[in-house]
């Protein structure tokens, strides 16, 4: 950390902040410029902050060198990490050197609506199918999911399939039930800044998968990452699935730059979600081959076998047929900009 002070500050002041730093077991190292004095901090940054040190007399600023977020920083972990989906022996892989493809339907709304868009994910070479038995609306008239039935078709829709299911969890009292259904748990960008819900997934012993806030900084987003990891849980992938702009002619602008930048910040695996990005299923191959090309570690799609029937999401649903098309554009990248694809257990 490094105070800086102001022109007027008097070595009165500077001792105030170095005799502060040293009170609570800190080293200050003070450098005297012409004009202005700086002083660095070595020590415990938290404690630090309980300083207020800003409201000290002569302190024009005081600014944070290393990442506000720890366990999920590069600074102390600096390879890439790999989150591992699904029971020993079938685990699939969401990292570097890979490209994963998550697909399924947006919302579970039959056995049998589920299954088939499931097979139609597992044919067209998707790895993890995603599907929603509890869905965060912004209507309360909206359909708000099947829960309880819902989870149980995604534990049978698992078991016909043979992949790893990641659903969505918007409600702390849920988060045992779903853990017990299916492999991987969901927080959706309504959720992202719910602090409460970030911990108990942290305690939830799955992976998870964590939407960016639609509204969130990059940091705040990687903040509500710590907040999982700090329960213990460091089975995080980050999914960017667009933010909030001023551009209507899509539901979200797609912040594909984020990839790189969490990346370079985060150990975490970050995938992107083109379709809740883009809400229209013209965009969705474009935007993922926008994604294998800038770095993503994957790409979580939604599906359906009839999108005017859906009761979520159908405008940006793609068909069987859509998504093999967009499968070929997956399977032929990564080799072009030097990754591989990764494939589903037992597909080598
Ligand atoms: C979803 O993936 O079903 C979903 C609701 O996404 P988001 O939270 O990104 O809107
Ligand atoms: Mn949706």
Not at 90 to 101: D, E, H, L, M, S
Not at 192 to 213: C, D, I, M, T, W
Not at 323 to 330: D, F, G, I, N, Y
Request: aromatic share 4%; net charge negative; charged share 20%.
């Amino acid at each position: 950390m490094v105070v800086v002070m102001s022109p007027d500050a008097t070595d009165e002041d500077i001792a105030q902040v170095v005799s502060r730093v040293e009170g609570v077991g800190g080293e200050a190292f003070v450098s005297k410029g012409v004009r202005r004095t700086i002083i660095g901090l070595v020590g415990d940054i938290e404690s630090f902050h309980h300083l207020n040190l800003r409201t000290l007399r002569g302190v024009a600023d005081v600014h944070r060198i290393s990442d506000p977020y720890k366990l999920i920083s590069r600074q102390h972990h600096t390879d890439r990490s790999t989150v591992w989906v699904g029971p020993q022996g079938k685990q699939v892989p969401i990292g570097p050197g890979g490209f994963t493809f998550l697909a399924g339907p947006c919302a579970v709304e039959s056995a049998e609506q589920t299954l088939e868009a499931a097979r139609m994910a597992a044919s067209a070479g998707a790895t993890i199918i995603r599907g929603g038995a509890y869905k965060p609306r912004t209507s309360p008239y909206a359909f708000q999911g099947l829960g309880l039935p819902g989870l149980e078709i995604l534990a049978d829709v698992r078991a016909a399939t043979g992949l790893p299911v990641v659903t969505e969890v918007v409600d702390v009292r849920d988060v045992d039930v779903v853990a017990e259904h299916v492999d991987m748990l969901q927080i959706g960008t309504r959720n992202a800044a719910n602090f409460g819900l970030l911990q108990a997934v942290g305690e939830s012993g799955k992976p998870v998968l964590l939407k960016r806030g639609m509204s969130a900084t990059i940091e705040e987003w990687l903040m509500a990452a710590e907040y999982i990891a700090q329960r213990g849980n460091l089975d995080i992938v980050l999914c960017e699935r667009g933010i909030r702009t001023f551009e209507p002619s899509m539901r979200n602008t797609l912040d594909i730059a984020a990839v790189p930048v969490v990346q370079a910040s985060s150990h975490l695996p970050v995938i992107i979600d083109p379709s809740h990005a883009s809400g229209r299923k013209d965009l969705v191959v474009p935007l993922s081959r926008a994604s294998i090309a800038v770095g993503a570690d994957g790409i979580i799609v939604d599906v359906h076998a009839k999108p005017e029937a859906a009761l979520c999401d159908g405008p940006q649903a793609l068909l069987g047929t859509e998504l093999r098309e967009l499968a070929q554009a997956v399977r032929r990248l990564p080799a072009a900009v030097g990754r591989t694809t990764t494939t589903a257990p037992g597909q080598g």
